[in-house]
């Protein structure tokens, strides 16, 4: 084991303690065989209030360091569970997803994260606040402050290690993590010694209400698929109840949905994400779609969800501005996260005063796992003219 505290480059942010590094041990990953890899766990500001454990891959570049050390990309995985500490991306070191590929949905990340490293950057890949072996607090699904925070913290606890790492940075996700690194644009300045250089959206989960809804339409014009967008709805929908649940635990969830799916928030919290998908699944085909009891239709009117919802989404916060450039992919075959919607925000976006640096790119008949395997061509473009 190495533990290292205050080494290169830490410079101000060490001294500021908003992360500690607690130890640093290498660790055996196949998957990115460019790189050496390491487990840093540290601590980081915990939304409740204190601070918590964390626990952060680093993968670094085989080779010498260029001057002024590696520029660092922080990688945001996408969802891997509403509570399940085990769920964590530093725990399936094969793919680097929480368990999203031995689940049947093949996430690719591991591939992208070889590709950052291959084209010379080091790659900070934190597990989400609650999620990974140190864990001691909820995690937060779809939470800004807790997603921004657990990034900020793992570059900072990355910049106390022994390793050579520049204070230029940049910020790539994945669906939740595509939105949770366009939110962390409102917490970069927590890191002010650092200098951030713009972020990377790809298929970012926003404008989730008008997403939910939207599945409607596509089930009626799909009758044989109509049971499958009707579990993904109430995925989500149970999902951001639990999230809801760690700040407001008296919330009613009768309010939010029915008695089916409130049987099944104990799934959603101790299970990995498509394992609690498809317990969802299995009891929809057993009631089918119109005898299942699940969320209600006015479940983002009730006023915790409706708050935690205007808290968290870029699509539906009210001042909500980009303050760095920005480059959001979409694949144009994507359920989960529906092109129409992303579209819709860029286009708000852009129509923001003062204008954002923002470019958007779609990929036509990519999902939502599948854009992650065209998408590296472009975040690496992207990611050289920011670091120029």
């Given amino acids: ?26 660790q055996a990953v196949t998957s990115v065989p460019d790189a050496h890899a390491t487990l840093l766990t540290y601590t980081m500001p915990a939304t409740a209030g204190g601070t918590t454990p964390a626990t952060s891959l680093l993968f670094v570049p085989k080779g010498n360091a260029p001057a002024g050390g590696w520029p ?13 500490a085990t769920c964590a991306p530093s725990l399936t070191l094969d793919t680097l997803d929480g368990g999203l590929t031995a689940q049947g ?52 606890a990355a910049r106390e290690s022994d390793t050579p790492l520049s204070t230029r940075w940049a910020a790539v996700g994945h669906s939740e993590g595509g939105r949770g690194v366009l939110e962390l644009q409102r917490f970069v300045g927590e ?9 990377v959206a790809i298929a970012p989960f926003t404008s989730v209400a008008a997403s939910i809804n939207g599945l409607n339409d596509m089930a009626a014009g799909d009758a044989a698929n109509a049971a499958l967008y009707t579990a993904i709805q109430n995925l989500f929908v149970g999902m951001l109840t639990v999230a809801v649940q760690v700040g407001s635990p008296n919330v009613d969830v009768s309010k939010l949905m029915g008695a089916d799916l409130a049987s099944q928030l104990t799934d959603l919290k101790t299970k990995c994400v498509f394992a609690a998908f498809g317990q969802i699944g299995q009891l929809i085909a057993t009631k089918t779609t119109a005898g299942y009891a699940g969320f209600n239709p ?20 009210p001042n909500f501005r980009l303050t760095a450039p920005t480059l959001i992919l979409q694949g144009t075959a994507d359920v989960f996260v529906q092109p129409t919607l992303t579209n819709e925000l860029v286009s708000r976006l852009q129509a923001t005063t003062p204008p954002p640096s923002l470019a958007y790119k779609t990929y036509p008949g990519m999902d939502h796992a599948t854009v992650m395997t065209v998408a590296a061509p472009e975040v690496i473009a992207f990611l050289s003219s920011r670091f120029q």
Wanted: hydrophobic share 40%; glycine share 10%.
């Fill in 1 to 26: 084991m190495t533990l290292t505290l205050g080494a290169c480059g830490g410079g101000d942010d060490v001294n500021s303690g908003y992360a500690r590094l607690m130890s640093a041990v290498p």
């Fill in 72 to 84: 660092i990309v922080a990688w945001a995985h996408g969802t891997t569970t509403a509570g399940q």
């Fill in 105 to 156: 949905f093949p996430s690719h990340y591991s591939d992208f994260i070889e590709s950052l490293v291959h084209a010379g950057y080091a790659v900070v890949a934190p597990d989400f606040e609650g999620l990974g072996p140190a864990e001691n607090t909820p995690y937060r699904y779809y939470s800004s402050a807790s997603e921004a925070r657990s990034i900020i913290a793992a570059v900072v």
């Fill in 191 to 199: 890191a002010s010694t650092l200098d951030f250089r713009g972020t």
């Fill in 298 to 317: 006015q479940w983002s009117s009730v006023p915790e969800m409706q708050a935690y919802l205007a808290a968290n989404d870029p699509a539906v916060e």
